[in-house]
């Protein structure tokens, strides 16, 4: 039989093996899984290259249109103004705005695009080609729109990311 | 402090830093700032820009110090201010635990602090929640410590790094001050001595209830410096509701094993504690901090209904807190009687079957 003092030990060393156990091969590796996600960066490589030409080429706080994570990744690299994204604690006309650039990127109308991203002051917009998110969820972009050179030039293309300048 | 340096590295693995959670708005003006020179009290970028910058500043002035003294780039020193708060917060939650139930609580809290999925969520960006969650428990450890000035200075500043932390901090400072008085009126009206443990009891109360006011005012006051004006309610996330309701699944999905049981077991412990007198004010403490984190994750059912689910990451940092207790009293009560006692009542049940 085991001396009290040992039984004692041994029980208490059972249990911290037990916590130790759940914590270091299931709970924290859990949590780890669970946190990785958010810890993606949405926005690709080449993205931030067409955000690079744009800090090259346009003004500070130049207003451009792009999606929440695209615009909030412009805003931290170059300066530059997007029409959504940021803090909308006091924003007058956040929901509006989410709105047209939503309309903006899945539209199939050239002349809708041009039109919104006039009402939004902006002369540039960026174009990528991943999904996007301007508030209402992932949408797939209609790329086909931006080549009607009636109302958009191609300012920068790197094959995978489009900045396009209104006309 | 190793393993959440391990967990924080997350942040470390990707080309660019995390965008989840709008971490570009606090990068932008932390760009500007270290440009111009100048901290904006205007927003340029949110929303079209020119609207007040109504964040409170002391995350984006603290990476902004960081890259003007080390020379490094505002996207590497947000990354390293990650994992300054992976050093930070087991270190917290280890002082903290310590100081509410004993040294083994401390060194389970520190543990623990690495288990809810949302703490990690909420702290492995580089986001101005991150630093206050890693403040949180280092301000409520110097209310114990009954460090006036340290616990006043800090509580501000981390009221000046997050609004929703600062919320939480408050609330729990609050609860702990309102659990304190109504010991204090129930002594009152007995008209029984207070102990040496009361006058403790009510000297924390009394700086928890300063650091409560410290830190309400400060928030108003900056609210006011950028707007012009105090009312919160009128802003977007109340107006439109930002959030969305919590459940029971929310909250226990995200805890992983040892977390419930062991929370349960300090519950047991603080609700055992409570039925023989007043427990001391790091207990009551332990409860606030519950208590006030499942106020703000249920806040839907007192008509505020905004961000409940942000909030769990908070709760999660008294459920932390619990468990440390929790653990640390099984750990202590290993001995020959309870052992004995458990042995007994499991021989009648295997034995009775």
Not at chain 1, 65 to 78: H, K, N, P
Not at chain 2, 40 to 63: A, C, L, N, Q, W
Not at chain 2, 146 to 166: D, G, P
Request: glycine share 8%; with cysteine.
């Amino acid at each position: 039989m085991l001396s009290r003092t040992r039984l004692e030990t041994a029980a208490a060393a059972a249990f911290l093996a037990i916590v130790a156990f759940l914590l270091l091969y299931s709970d924290v590796p859990k949590a780890v899984d669970a946190a990785s996600p958010w810890t993606n960066t949405v926005v690709t490589q080449k993205e931030v290259e067409a955000i690079y030409w744009l800090e090259n080429n346009t003004r500070i706080y130049e207003p451009v249109v792009y999606d929440i994570f695209g615009g909030e990744t412009m805003m931290a690299l170059s300066l530059r103004t997007p029409p959504i994204g940021g803090d909308w604690a006091v924003a007058r006309d956040a929901v509006d705005r989410m709105n047209n650039v939503t309309k903006f990127y899945e539209t199939t109308s050239a002349q809708e695009a041009a039109e919104i991203m006039k009402n939004l002051g902006a002369h540039y917009a960026v174009v990528p080609s991943r999904q996007v998110h301007a508030g209402f969820g992932w949408k797939t972009v209609e790329k086909q729109k931006f080549s009607d050179q009636t109302f958009f030039e191609k300012a920068f293309d790197n094959g995978e990311v489009m900045v396009v300048r209104v006309k | 402090m190793a393993l959440s340096l391990w967990t924080h590295s997350l942040v470390l693995k990707e080309f660019y830093m995390p965008t989840y959670g709008n971490t570009g708005i606090h990068a932008a003006p932390i760009r500007e700032f270290v440009e111009t020179g100048v901290y904006s009290k205007e927003d340029h970028f949110s929303y079209g820009g020119g609207i007040p910058s109504t964040y409170v500043p002391f995350y984006r002035m603290g990476v902004a110090a960081f890259v003007m003294l080390a020379g490094v780039s505002v996207e590497a020193s947000s990354r390293l201010w990650v994992m300054i708060v992976g050093a930070l917060l087991p270190l917290g939650f280890y002082l903290l635990g310590k100081k509410v139930f004993g040294t083994e609580a401390g060194l389970f809290a520190a543990f623990f602090s690495a288990i809810p999925a949302d703490l990690l969520v909420y702290t492995v960006r580089p986001l101005p929640q991150a630093l206050a969650m890693a403040l949180i428990p280092i301000a409520l450890y110097l209310v114990l410590e009954r460090k006036w000035l340290a616990s006043i200075a800090l509580t501000f500043f981390a009221i000046m790094t997050h609004q929703e932390a600062a919320l939480y901090l408050v609330a729990v400072q609050f609860g702990l001050a309102a659990f304190v008085l109504i010991e204090r009126i129930w002594l009152f009206v007995s008209k029984k001595n207070e102990s040496h443990e009361a006058v403790e009891r009510k000297e924390i109360a009394m700086l928890a209830f300063v650091c409560w006011a410290v830190g309400v005012a400060s928030y108003f006051g900056w609210h006011f410096l950028v707007t012009g004006g105090t009312d919160l309610l009128s802003m977007n996330q109340f107006v439109l509701h930002e959030g969305t309701a919590v459940g029971f699944n929310d909250v226990f999905g995200q805890l992983g094993t040892l977390l419930p049981w062991l929370a349960a077991a300090g519950a047991v412990v603080l609700a055992a504690r409570a039925a023989k007198g007043w427990p001391n004010a790091g207990e009551l403490l332990a409860a606030s901090a519950v208590i006030s984190g499942i106020i703000l994750i249920k806040n839907d059912l007192i008509g505020l209904n905004v961000l409940m689910q942000r909030f769990i990451a908070f709760l999660d940092q008294g459920i932390v807190l619990l468990a440390a207790i929790g653990a640390a009293w099984i750990l202590l009560h290993l001995n020959q009687e309870s052992l004995s006692a458990t042995t007994a009542a499991l021989r009648k049940v295997f034995l009775r079957n």
